[in-house]
């Protein structure tokens, strides 16, 4: 039979810590799926310069402008009750380009809280949180950027 010393011991000690240890976390099959659950909810953080901006709402403009006629009615909003009918500033019955792009670069502009001429992901988070920012659309002034 052998006798452990001082330092057996401490080594013996050590071992059955570091078992217990490794006992008390989450399993590699765990570990997979929590990180698989996070990368599958995980949204990449994004930048929209104005210039890109801009150019996305002039071809929503013209998808939603189906008779080409360059203005979009009533009959082609995405809904009845849709907040793009308060674009109509001179209240002609119709939303013009000039009115669509003035009100949608406008909104943006009112996003861009450090007036980078980008809107990041917390600007547009902080937007989605904040009623007056997401009322926005409703301020249907004509725009005017500052110099």
């Given at each position: 039979?052998?006798?452990?010393?001082?330092?057996?011991?401490?080594?013996?000690?050590?071992?059955?810590?570091?078992l217990?240890?490794?006992?008390?976390?989450?399993?590699?099959?765990?570990?997979?799926?929590a990180?698989?659950?996070?990368?599958?909810?995980?949204?990449?953080?994004?930048?929209?310069?104005?210039?890109?901006?801009?150019?996305?709402?002039?071809?929503?403009?013209?998808?939603?402008?189906?008779?080409?006629?360059?203005?979009?009615?009533?009959?082609?909003?995405?809904?009845?009750?849709?907040?793009?009918?308060?674009?109509?500033?001179?209240?002609?019955?119709?939303?013009?380009?000039?009115?669509?792009?003035?009100?949608?670069?406008?909104?943006?502009?009112?996003?861009?809280?450090?007036?980078?001429?980008?809107?990041?992901?917390?600007?547009?988070?902080?937007?989605?949180?904040?009623?007056?920012?997401?009322?926005?659309?409703?301020?249907?002034?004509?725009?005017?950027?500052e110099q």
């Amino acid at each position: 039979m052998m006798r452990l010393t001082g330092a057996g011991w401490m080594a013996a000690g050590a071992v059955a810590a570091g078992l217990a240890v490794a006992g008390c976390g989450p399993s590699d099959d765990e570990k997979r799926a929590a990180a698989d659950a996070k990368a599958a909810s995980f949204t990449p953080p994004s930048v929209t310069s104005r210039l890109d901006f801009g150019s996305a709402m002039t071809r929503r403009f013209r998808a939603l402008d189906r008779d080409a006629d360059e203005f979009i009615d009533k009959t082609e909003l995405p809904s009845r009750n849709s907040r793009l009918s308060r674009l109509d500033r001179d209240k002609d019955g119709r939303i013009s380009a000039i009115e669509f792009s003035e009100g949608m670069l406008g909104w943006f502009d009112r996003v861009d809280a450090n007036h980078d001429g980008t809107i990041t992901s917390d600007e547009r988070e902080a937007a989605r949180n904040d009623p007056d920012a997401s009322a926005a659309i409703d301020k249907t002034e004509p725009y005017k950027r500052e110099q």
